[in-house]
């Protein structure tokens, strides 16, 4: 798993994900509790065994499924380089950017999301 230190010179470096610290806030704290949500919600809509919170935990804090998802729409990088750097399995990313980027696409400015 990726070190606070290493989550925080990415954060800050610009040429990693295009966007300022400031604006790496803004979004964990806006796009964050969306994340959460809608995580929990495809928890308690399926049948289960075990209570919603056993079992594994996330490797892949969600700061971090932002971070890898940020670089990989700045820079193309595939899911096997982000998942050595993040030190997780390369299907966890995948699932990462799967969750992250469709919520990054609803927040974005409608003018935008018409030209892609």
């Keep these: 798993m990726m070190g606070v230190g290493a989550r925080e010179l990415i954060a800050a470096e610009?040429?990693?994900?295009?966007?300022?610290?400031?604006?790496?806030?803004?979004?964990?704290?806006?796009v964050g509790p969306l994340w959460?949500?809608?995580?929990?919600?495809?928890?308690?809509?399926r049948p289960r065994r075990r209570t919603v919170e056993a079992g594994a935990q996330h490797k892949l804090v969600f700061v971090d499924r932002l971070l890898a998802t940020l670089v990989s729409l700045?820079?193309?990088?595939?899911?096997?380089v982000l998942a050595?750097?993040?030190?997780?399995?390369r299907a966890t990313i995948t699932r990462a950017i799967g969750e992250?980027?469709?919520?990054?696409?609803e927040r974005a400015a409608p003018s935008l999301r018409a030209s892609g």
Excluded: K, M, N
Aim: overall charge negative; hydrophobic content about 40%; aromatic content about 6%.
């Design 14 to 30: 610009y040429r990693l994900t295009g966007l300022s610290p400031d604006v790496i806030a803004e979004l964990v704290a806006e």
């Design 36 to 45: 959460h949500e809608r995580h929990q919600a495809r928890l308690t809509a």
């Design 74 to 80: 700045r820079h193309g990088t595939t899911h096997d």
């Design 84 to 89: 050595c750097w993040f030190g997780v399995d």
């Design 100 to 105: 992250v980027r469709p919520l990054l696409a």
